[in-house]
């Protein structure tokens, strides 16, 4: 049985680790998965579990992906990361 603040826990570990992309397009993307998939509201606590199980695996491969894509950080920044002076 999967508690509450475990799944708030996992939420924000998988934020985190998506803002450590050195991409603006993969930071976003991430951020907007992450918070649809945890949106889902779901009672049932089968599912709930297995949502979480789901969630952990995806962790992994998300601290992965980040780790593979710092080792080539873009030469240019993107237009949304540009400040206006």
Same mark, same amino acid.
């Given at each position: 049985?999967?508690?509450?603040?475990?799944?708030?826990? =996992?939420?924000?570990?998988?934020?985190?680790?998506?803002?450590?992309?050195?991409?603006?397009?993969?930071?976003?993307?991430?951020?907007?998965?992450? =918070?649809?998939?945890?949106?889902?509201?779901?009672?049932?606590?089968?599912?709930?579990?297995?949502?979480?199980?789901?969630?952990?695996?995806?962790?992994?491969?998300?601290?992965?992906?980040?780790?593979?894509?710092?080792?080539?950080?873009?030469?240019?920044?993107?237009?949304?990361?540009?400040? =206006?002076?």
């Amino acid at each position: 049985m999967v508690s509450r603040s475990e799944v708030l826990s =996992l939420c924000r570990a998988m934020l985190r680790a998506g803002r450590q992309y050195p991409h603006y397009n993969l930071r976003e993307y991430t951020k907007r998965r992450t =918070l649809d998939g945890f949106r889902m509201n779901n009672t049932d606590q089968s599912k709930v579990n297995e949502a979480y199980a789901e969630a952990k695996a995806q962790l992994v491969v998300l601290e992965r992906s980040v780790k593979f894509h710092s080792l080539y950080p873009p030469k240019t920044k993107n237009i949304m990361e540009v400040k =206006l002076q």
